[in-house]
């Protein structure tokens, strides 16, 4: 409001400058060029800078709309209560339909969010790293101490996707042993086209 620049225009009637921006009200009539004072009730900006201006008191210039005698008066009556949504009266229009879903920034999440009630509350077991026992660790261990037990030594390289010991393809599959035979049976191929 301190930055708004007040130009008198004669008893009640000002105009608020702030850069580009000009705004002509009246605090007699209770009015501002941009209606917001009219509409709401309550004094805009550049009303509540020209009240100041002339040093008066912005709650007099507040509609009667916001006094407690006028909340009062709402209420002195009953209420009457009214139907529900399925009492109201069909329209030809067709029903609104949600906006356009719009791709948002950034990565996508792949698990959902879960709901509080489905949280779950992961606790941690404690080993005991001198008796090898659950739920306490070797600073508070009043057992004897055991020894850890081996840990089994894992096979280097990738493991086979048959899972036995041989590949799925050979490409050189084992030769069997020739069985020797006589010389009198090979049958006898010349060079020659004989």
Same mark, same amino acid.
């Given at each position: 409001?301190?930055?708004?620049?007040?130009?008198?225009?004669?008893?009640?009637?000002?105009?608020?400058?702030?850069?580009?921006?000009?705004?002509?009200?009246?605090?007699?009539?209770? =009015?501002?060029?941009?209606?917001?004072?009219?509409?709401?009730?309550?004094?805009?900006?550049?009303?509540?800078?020209?009240?100041?201006?002339?040093?008066?008191?912005?709650?007099?210039?507040? =509609?009667?709309?916001?006094?407690?005698?006028?909340?009062?008066?709402?209420?002195?009556?009953?209420?009457?209560?009214?139907?529900? =949504?399925?009492?109201?009266?069909?329209?030809?229009?067709?029903?609104?339909?949600?906006?356009?879903?719009?791709?948002?920034?950034?990565?996508?999440?792949?698990?959902?969010?879960?709901?509080?009630?489905?949280?779950?509350?992961?606790?941690?077991?404690?080993?005991?790293?001198? #008796?090898?026992?659950?739920?306490?660790?070797?600073?508070?261990?009043?057992?004897?101490?055991?020894?850890?037990?081996?840990?089994?030594?894992?096979?280097?390289?990738?493991?086979?996707?048959?899972?036995?010991?041989?590949?799925?393809?050979?490409?050189?599959?084992?030769?069997?042993?020739?069985?020797?035979?006589?010389?009198?049976?090979?049958?006898?191929?010349?060079? #020659?086209?004989?």
């Amino acid at each position: 409001m301190r930055l708004w620049t007040m130009v008198p225009s004669g008893g009640d009637v000002f105009e608020t400058r702030y850069g580009y921006n000009r705004y002509k009200f009246d605090l007699a009539n209770h =009015s501002c060029t941009c209606n917001l004072w009219m509409l709401s009730g309550i004094p805009c900006v550049h009303s509540q800078a020209a009240i100041n201006y002339v040093h008066k008191d912005l709650s007099e210039f507040i =509609s009667s709309w916001f006094h407690k005698d006028k909340y009062v008066a709402t209420y002195s009556q009953n209420i009457q209560p009214i139907g529900g =949504s399925n009492l109201w009266p069909m329209t030809e229009f067709i029903k609104p339909l949600p906006p356009p879903a719009r791709r948002m920034s950034g990565r996508p999440k792949v698990n959902r969010v879960k709901h509080a009630s489905e949280s779950e509350d992961v606790t941690r077991t404690v080993r005991c790293g001198k #008796c090898q026992q659950l739920g306490h660790n070797n600073i508070s261990c009043t057992n004897a101490e055991v020894p850890k037990p081996p840990i089994p030594k894992r096979k280097i390289g990738r493991p086979r996707k048959d899972g036995g010991g041989q590949p799925i393809f050979d490409p050189f599959p084992p030769v069997e042993p020739a069985i020797p035979r006589s010389d009198a049976a090979l049958p006898i191929v010349s060079e #020659c086209g004989d």
